[in-house]
């Protein structure tokens, strides 16, 4: 988060600019990460077959 609220400075943006990047980061990091760990494997996790043609 520091790293989005410093960038933000250095381009002249507002603050609160940087805090809406980061929420999808924040979305994505929780869907793929932790919620496969509390499942016990990633493909018991999530149903894939959508990635599947």
């Known amino acids: 988060m520091r790293r989005e609220w ?5 381009l002249g943006m507002r ?3 940087a805090v ?3 929420a999808p ?3 994505a ?3 793929f990460l932790i ?3 509390g499942q016990g494997s990633f493909s018991d996790g999530m149903p ?4 599947v043609l």
């Not at 410093?6 to 250095?10: I, K």
């Not at 894939?48 to 990635?51: I, S, T």
């Open 25 to 27: 980061v924040a979305a």
């Open 35 to 37: 919620y496969p760990i």
């Open 15 to 17: 603050p609160w600019i």
């Open 48 to 51: 894939l077959e959508f990635l």
């Open 6 to 10: 410093e960038l933000s400075f250095r």
């Open 20 to 22: 809406a990047y980061s």
């Open 29 to 31: 990091t929780a869907v």
